[in-house]
């Protein structure tokens, strides 16, 4: 830590970290949209071989490179999974801020979430993502729309105890409106709690749609999406093909393992209390 | 020095020094010094009282010696507990059961456990609630105080509950951070004796505050310190008359500045005609009463009139409910019958509030994620000349709360509530944690604006002798509530 230390200070080693998490997800990204049909093709006669130089990840029993569908699986799973988890933690934080209003309308969202949450995340899902006509855009609305309930109940939490502080009634006093306050008082201390709660909800949202993709309810079979590779390939691990599971769930795990880190440091920039640890 | 008594050495602190890291703009790390050339020893059996202007470092060699220093701060000389140095495993080792804390804000007390609980969770041998209901006894809190959460008890009640928190644990070495503050004369002088009591038991007392009266009935020597050095090490009798045995013209000032001293130094007061105004513009409270919940009434039919211009001094005994009052004037709370006039009319206000509340607590009144700066912009208050007179400076607008002290951050309370279109102030206990040089100064400045602007103040305080420099009338709390 210490060599690290010498080279640049804390606040550069964090926007290091992050700069580097974000080039490597674009990277997954560039490279999963540059990933043409053609690709994914069928190559029967290469069918069940191990990793080599020129299949690193191997191939499947259709003879397709494990390494272009796990890429691609990837840039679904990442774009599905991100999408889901932003709106849901934009819903959380707007009905958050919605339940600072007044006691009401707290006792509506609170309702709202106990409602959400007496109802299984999976079958609010299907129905959901059925509803709006299944594919990419079901998956994404419904996923979203179901997984707010937590989050909220966490901040609608925080925010109840800064609203009771000293300094937000003096901020009433000095004549602030409620959208003055709840823009500098309260979406500040949020924050880090939101990003908190988005990288926690990034994993969850994926396997979700692993799930309902795994139901049939979710993205098409021909997507190559990372929770079809997987559960595709459970058919064939029992026959020694390791690489199918292997190398795919490596890369979900690193890709979620980046979003963690990516997490933590911008949390370390935006939180005072944390950033000027040494 | 070793031969000065048979008493060992227990604390020893040389050439310490104590600095931040900071970032500047965007990437540039830079240090900020905060203390150096600090030295002091304790003895078994001393009171050391640390006397200093608010920011001169008082809280962070008490939290130096603790290790409870905040991440992004570095060390350096000597820190010497018993002839060993400090380190941080030993500070773990020590903390809580060889030095002890009365810590300086009431912050400090978890505010979801019963304060009977908060006690006892220290005490590690014999009858816990008997030692604890002794200790309550001890520093004058009744028993049911136990049973109460920190929120219901007032200031005063919650610091004696810190005390007794303290004094339950065998520590050797007691490091008092500004116990006495919002204590009511009788309440202070029981706290003294305790802290008496222990040092006749055996243990060093370190004992910081900013108030010097108190220090020199407390202490056997006093340390004076200014902006993180020392400045004078000097006995209790030196400081008499206008301080002429004392060495260091600091420490003169410090002791000039007492109300009972030249409080007001050579700014002369504006005195202006205040009662010539018309008689409706004037803050009325108007038989307001209020009780929590199914509790007892606090006050019944509270009448007071402040007229503009007009500083008027209440005092009272700690937890008699000054600052629920305060709180109901300033609209923070809503009285159960009354109301609050603002020139004859209940006040429907777009904008500032006219009666703007000055809190005891600067710490809780500002927003620990926001930079001082911001706090300023908040309330628009950006005017540099008032920021200089009230001795704001520069460089403290890019820090944040954490890294000021309660002097500090009370000034920028204070520049907060003198906006201009406030009419009527009320300074809860505004200075009580403040020292000699600041509380003068501040008091300066609110008064004269108040004669210049005819802004009508509303002092609540505990302390007889500042009430009685600043104050036009002092009205007793107890002879109001109607009880």
Redesign the interface.
């Known amino acids: 830590m210490k060599g690290i230390m010498k080279r640049g200070?804390?606040?550069?080693l964090t926007?290091a970290q992050i700069v580097a998490a974000i080039l490597f997800l674009l990277l997954i990204i560039i490279s999963g949209f540059l990933i043409g049909n053609d690709k994914l093709a069928i190559h029967l006669d290469m069918k069940n071989t191990a990793p080599s130089i020129a299949h690193p990840f191997g191939t499947d029993w259709l003879g397709r490179d494990m390494l272009v569908r796990t890429l691609k699986g990837l840039t679904i799973s990442l774009g599905v999974g991100l999408l889901a988890a932003i709106l849901s933690s934009l819903i959380a934080l707007a009905f958050s801020l919605i339940a600072s209003w007044n006691k009401r309308m707290d006792a509506f969202i609170t309702w709202l979430i106990d409602l959400f949450l007496s109802v299984p995340h999976l079958v609010l899902l299907i129905l959901i993502s059925f509803a709006v006509g299944g594919g990419f855009k079901g998956v994404v609305i419904g996923l979203s729309l179901t997984h707010w309930p937590s989050l909220t109940r966490l901040l609608r939490g925080e925010m109840l105890q800064i609203k009771s502080?000293?300094?937000v009634?003096?901020?009433r006093?000095?004549?602030?409106s409620r959208w003055w306050i709840a823009r500098?008082?309260l979406i500040?201390?949020l924050l880090p709690q939101l990003f908190v709660g988005m990288v926690l909800l990034f994993p969850h949202a994926i396997l979700h749609e692993a799930a309902i993709t795994f139901l049939g309810f979710g993205l098409s079979t021909e997507q190559p999406a990372i929770g079809i590779v997987l559960s595709e390939s459970m058919r064939y691990l029992s026959t020694g093909m390791w690489w199918l599971a292997f190398f795919p769930g490596l890369s979900l795990l690193i890709m979620v393992g980046i979003f963690d880190i990516l997490g933590k440091n911008m949390r370390k920039l935006i939180?005072?209390?944390h950033?000027?640890?040494? | 020095m070793e031969i000065i008594g048979i008493n060992k050495l227990l604390l020893e602190v040389k050439d310490f020094s104590l600095s931040?890291?900071?970032?500047k703009k965007g990437?540039r790390?830079t240090k900020l010094q905060v203390v150096r050339n600090l030295n002091m020893c304790i003895h078994e059996g001393e009171i050391v009282a640390i006397v200093g202007a608010s920011g001169s470092g008082k809280s962070l060699l008490a939290n130096a010696i603790l290790g409870i220093l905040?991440?992004?701060a570095?060390q350096e000389g000597i820190l010497n507990y018993k002839g060993m140095p400090l380190t941080s495993e030993r500070q773990v080792r020590l903390q809580g059961k060889e030095i002890s804390l009365i810590p300086q804000s009431v912050n400090a007390l978890d505010p979801l456990m019963k304060t009977a609980k908060q006690v006892q969770a220290v005490i590690r041998k014999g009858d816990k609630q008997a030692i604890q209901e002794n200790i309550f006894r001890e520093v004058g809190l009744p028993i049911e105080a136990g049973k109460k959460y920190p929120f219901e008890l007032s200031g005063g009640m919650a610091r004696r509950v810190l005390a007794a928190t303290a004094m339950v644990s065998d520590a050797d070495l007691i490091i008092a951070d500004e116990p006495t503050p919002g204590l009511d004369p009788k309440a202070l002088h029981e706290t003294v004796a305790i802290i008496k009591q222990l040092a006749t038991a055996g243990k060093g007392v370190m004992f910081i505050t900013h108030d010097i009266d108190t220090a020199l009935t407390v202490a056997d020597k006093v340390v004076v310190f200014n902006q993180g050095e020392t400045v004078e090490t000097a006995d209790v009798a030196d400081f008499s008359g206008h301080g002429e045995m004392l060495k260091h013209p600091f420490t003169k000032a410090l002791w000039n500045a007492l109300p009972q001293n030249d409080f007001w130094g050579d700014v002369p007061l504006m005195v202006e005609e205040y009662h010539t105004r018309p008689l409706k513009e004037r803050l009325e409270v108007d038989k307001i009463s209020y009780r929590y919940q199914k509790g007892p009434y606090l006050f019944k039919n509270l009448h007071l009139v402040v007229t503009p211009g007009e500083v008027i001094g209440i005092h009272g005994y700690s937890g008699s409910g000054k600052t629920t009052m305060a709180q109901i004037i300033?609209?923070?709370r809503e009285a159960e019958t009354g109301n609050v006039l603002v020139d004859g009319r209940t006040k429907k206000?777009?904008?500032?509030?006219p009666v703007?509340?000055i809190?005891q607590?600067p710490e809780?009144?500002?927003?620990?994620?926001?930079q001082m700066k911001?706090v300023l912009v908040?309330?628009g208050m950006l005017d540099k000349e008032l920021l200089e007179e009230l001795g704001i400076k520069h460089e403290w607008l890019t820090r944040?709360p954490?890294e000021l002290s309660g002097g500090e951050l009370q000034r920028f309370c204070v520049a907060?509530a003198l906006?201009p279109n406030v009419k009527y102030i009320i300074a809860d206990e505004i200075t009580t944690m403040l020292d000699a040089i600041t509380q003068a100064n501040l008091w300066k400045t609110i008064v004269n604006h108040a004669r210049t602007r005819n802004v009508g103040v509303l002092v609540i305080s505990h302390d007889g002798k500042l009430l009685n420099k600043v104050c036009d009338r002092i009205i007793n709390f107890g002879d109001i509530t109607n009880l």
């Open positions: 200070n804390l606040r550069q926007i502080a000293e300094y009634g003096i901020s006093q000095l004549g602030k500098h008082h500040a201390h939180d005072p209390f950033g000027q640890k040494g | 931040f890291r900071h970032y990437l790390e905040p991440d992004h570095v300033a609209g923070y206000h777009s904008g500032i509030n703007q509340l809190w607590h809780k009144a500002i927003n620990p994620r926001w911001k908040e309330s944040y954490s907060r906006h």
